[in-house]
């Protein structure tokens, strides 16, 4: 049995072991353990490190995406610093994942001791190492990585990459025929080693069994007093077993996060990814340097975003949609051919070839029907609107069921709230309500009914009537000569009974 993948946590892409058709346990280990303990300082931050977000995912959620689709038969997360928070979190977007507490951080060794040690021991197969830190790390290349060490015979294969900058990571020792010696943390690094670029990504596949009985053999004597898990490759290699590496074919997958310029260039560099296999799948996206997208959206065909874009959580734009310049959405379905403009929805359902905004806010439980409008200045919550149906301009609906082809006027309020209970509008379908309206809620418009401009409506209307609801107009003539005399207006007045050749 596999750990359930995380609810919300999507498989990014089919594992090319299973695409190949090949029995999926060819290479599928018995554990993954994600290294999550560590303090995180240089995040300046009151949250833990693993738990910021890019993406609308978690750092951590991002490697638990990846490492599920190794399907490993059990995942665990080494916690220590906050571990309430990260704890909790997990429990809430990884329910099937378990948990090892390091109560020190005694080194990244010491972390994959406990890591084993909550699953009972020394494991049988093969034991993925990961850190929680790195969200760009791929499940395509953990698959590499996995696939290398069960063809090599490794008893550890370690994920390595050439990057421009190899300051503060492990560097890669090699022998003369390119064999992997050790690792050498760049603060225990001689000069020659320091000016190697291939360096540890900190991801290693092991042998269960091997990797246990090495851990107890692992020494604190380094310039950190830690249990380093990368004196693991040398203690195995003097044993005689094959110690192993797979390059990385992109070195940015295995940057860790260590501050918020990292966490930001993370985040581009993601969006990025998300943004180009949309286009790759047929999405128009006008300015991808300004539109920002969750690993959760998803997109049709012929979709167009426009600049200023931000998309979010279960957002689904479907084919032929047009959204944008600056809109914000989060959990919106936006129907096929539907335009929405300068809008931030949440929880909303638009309907296809609807139109929404410019400037509009559709708030949860807001559903537009076919071919429907809510236009500038209207705010929605929990209001069904129908289909063909328009509220085009300066509006609040909420808690409402508008039918079909109905016209509410400019300007007008579901007056929803007395002040302690929410109420709800029924407006009927092919109504036309004059402007400046106010449906006093619980009230019903019935079919086919009309609305004078200006009415406050607090009793239902029967269908086809025309309800009046406002004061008589009553026009006091003379008045301003009187009360004004010699103003502006008083001679405006004047002279316009002058042109119309009235007396005055
Ligand atoms: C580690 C590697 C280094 C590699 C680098 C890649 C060691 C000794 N060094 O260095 O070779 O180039 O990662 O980024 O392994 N952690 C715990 N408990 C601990 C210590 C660490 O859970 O006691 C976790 C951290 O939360 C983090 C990961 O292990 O997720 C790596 O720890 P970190 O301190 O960042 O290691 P580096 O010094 O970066
Ligand atoms: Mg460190």
């Not at 959206?297 to 012929?302: A, G, I, N, P, R």
């Not at 400037?359 to 949860?364: E, G, I, K, V």
């Not at 209307?461 to 004004?484: H, T």
Request: proline fraction near 4%.
């Amino acid at each position: 049995m596999s750990p359930s993948l995380p609810p919300g946590i999507l498989r990014m892409s089919t594992p090319p072991h299973e695409a190949e058709g090949h029995p999926v346990s060819v290479n599928r280990p018995a554990a993954v353990v994600v290294l999550a303990a560590g303090e995180g300082t240089r995040m300046k931050s009151a949250t833990p490190k693993v738990l910021h977000d890019i993406c609308g995912r978690s750092l951590v959620g991002h490697v638990l995406a990846a490492a599920g689709e190794l399907e490993p038969e059990h995942l665990v997360v080494v916690v220590g610093h906050a571990r309430e928070q990260v704890t909790a979190h997990l429990a809430e977007v990884a329910p099937a994942v378990r948990t090892a507490v390091q109560e020190r951080q005694n080194g990244t060794g010491h972390a994959v001791r406990m890591g084993l040690e909550a699953l009972g021991g020394a494991v049988d197969g093969t034991v993925v190492v990961v850190c929680g830190d790195t969200p760009l790390l791929t499940g395509g290349t953990l698959t590499a990585l996995a696939a290398t060490h069960a063809a090599d015979g490794n008893a550890v294969t370690v994920l390595t990459a050439e990057v421009p900058d190899a300051t503060g990571y492990g560097r890669i020792v090699r022998d003369g025929t390119g064999a992997v010696t050790a690792i050498v943390e760049h603060k225990d690094a001689t000069e020659e080693q320091r000016a190697v670029r291939e360096i540890n990504s900190g991801v290693f596949a092991f042998d269960g069994q091997l990797l246990a009985d090495a851990l107890g053999k692992v020494r604190t004597d380094n310039s950190q007093g830690e249990e380093y898990l990368t004196d693991v490759l040398g203690i195995l290699r003097e044993a005689g077993h094959r110690v192993g590496a797979c390059v990385a074919v992109d070195h940015r997958e295995i940057v860790g996060i260590n501050n918020r310029v990292q966490l930001a260039e993370a985040r581009r560099i993601l969006n990025d990814r998300l943004l180009t296999r949309a286009m790759l799948a047929g999405v128009t996206v006008v300015d991808p340097a300004t539109t920002w997208v969750d690993v959760t959206v998803t997109f049709e065909q012929d979709v167009v975003v426009h600049p200023g874009t931000q998309l979010h959580g279960a957002t689904h734009l479907a084919a032929g949609a047009e959204v944008g310049p600056n809109a914000r959405l989060t959990d919106t379905r936006v129907g096929a051919g539907a335009r929405v403009d300068n809008t931030v929805a949440l929880g909303a359902e638009v309907g296809a070839e609807a139109s929404v905004g410019p400037y509009a806010y559709l708030r949860p439980g807001t559903r537009l029907g076919v071919r429907g409008k809510i236009g500038t200045y209207v705010e929605t919550k929990n209001a069904s609107i129908g289909e063909g149906t328009k509220v085009p301009h300066l509006s609040y609906v909420g808690d409402a069921t508008i039918g079909d082809f109905t016209n509410i006027g400019a300007a007008s309020v579901f007056v929803n709230y007395d002040g302690e209970h929410k109420h709800h509008t029924t407006v009927g379908s092919h109504c036309k309500t004059g402007s400046d309206n106010m449906f006093v809620a619980p009230v019903t418009v019935g079919d086919g009914a009309y609305t004078a401009a200006g009415s406050v409506i607090t009793k239902d209307v029967p269908p086809g009537s025309l309800a009046v609801a406002r004061g008589q107009q009553r026009n006091i003539e003379g008045w301003v000569a009187r009360k004004r005399p010699g103003s502006a207006a008083a001679k405006a007045a004047e002279e316009a009974v002058r042109e119309s050749g009235g007396e005055g």
